[in-house]
């Protein structure tokens, strides 16, 4: 059965550094998405990506991140310069169409991000 | 409240009975997602239902969605101990978002 992957499964970085986060989303998606989970604290949305560009993000979603799909299969995360508080879980997620219309939105394993 | 709040939020349990898990949340959806996470690990994704549908099955799980009262619930019959997990309702708005709204979740643990 066709997942979302991601890697690296944990990440451990100084404050200050950048980090980018990968995912290799299910092939005939067409919508992806980042999520992420602070230790005990919900799961909060980050950004969807449509077509190549930005469809929506949230407030968390500043000018430290920024999203990409550099290929066909890939989809990153970067974190321009890491604080304390961006230590969490990133989920990334996809679905074959919005969220809007019904689509289930399948996540990857997670990244497990620890900002020293 | 706030949007996707379960409740409760631990429930244990013995090996072989049903838990019950349900969920509330404030404005209209398009649909609802149930998801699993075991400690520290990924989201599993368990059932969609959409906003015109009542019960949904699958398998030892049953999901029922209540567009009037705003609440949805998770039966899962027939506990394992491999249940053991963290259950989330995610919904989405029908207020033109692409994002799952997650709730808070309820920490099951089934007993051997």
């Known amino acids: 059965e066709p997942e979302v992957t991601q890697t690296p499964s944990h990440q451990v970085t100084q404050m200050g550094q950048e980090v980018i986060l990968r995912c290799v989303p299910i092939?005939?998606?067409?919508?992806f998405y980042w999520y992420r989970q602070i230790l005990g604290q919900k799961v909060e949305f980050l950004v969807s990506f449509y077509n190549n560009e930005i469809s929506e993000k949230s407030e968390i979603f500043d000018d430290q991140f920024s999203v990409e799909r550099p290929d066909g299969s890939n989809f990153t995360l970067k974190i321009r310069s890491t604080k304390l508080e961006d230590s969490a879980m990133y989920f990334c997620a996809s679905s074959w169409w919005s969220s809007g219309v019904g689509a289930e939105q399948y996540f990857g394993p997670g990244t497990r991000l620890t900002v020293t | 409240s706030q949007q996707g709040e379960e409740d409760p939020q631990a429930l244990s349990i013995q090996e072989g009975e049903n838990a019950t898990m349900n969920c509330s949340y404030k404005t209209s959806i398009n649909n609802l997602q149930w998801y699993r996470q075991n400690s520290g690990r990924g989201l599993v994704h368990l059932i969609l239902i959409r906003s015109n549908e009542r019960e949904k099955h699958s398998g030892r799980l049953r999901v029922t969605l209540d567009t009037s009262k705003k609440s949805s619930s998770l039966l899962i019959t027939a506990s394992r101990a491999a249940d053991t997990a963290s259950y989330f309702c995610a919904t989405s708005p029908t207020s033109g978002t692409y994002k799952y709204i997650f709730g808070t979740g309820t920490r099951l643990k089934v007993l051997a």
């Open positions: 092939s005939n998606h067409l919508y």
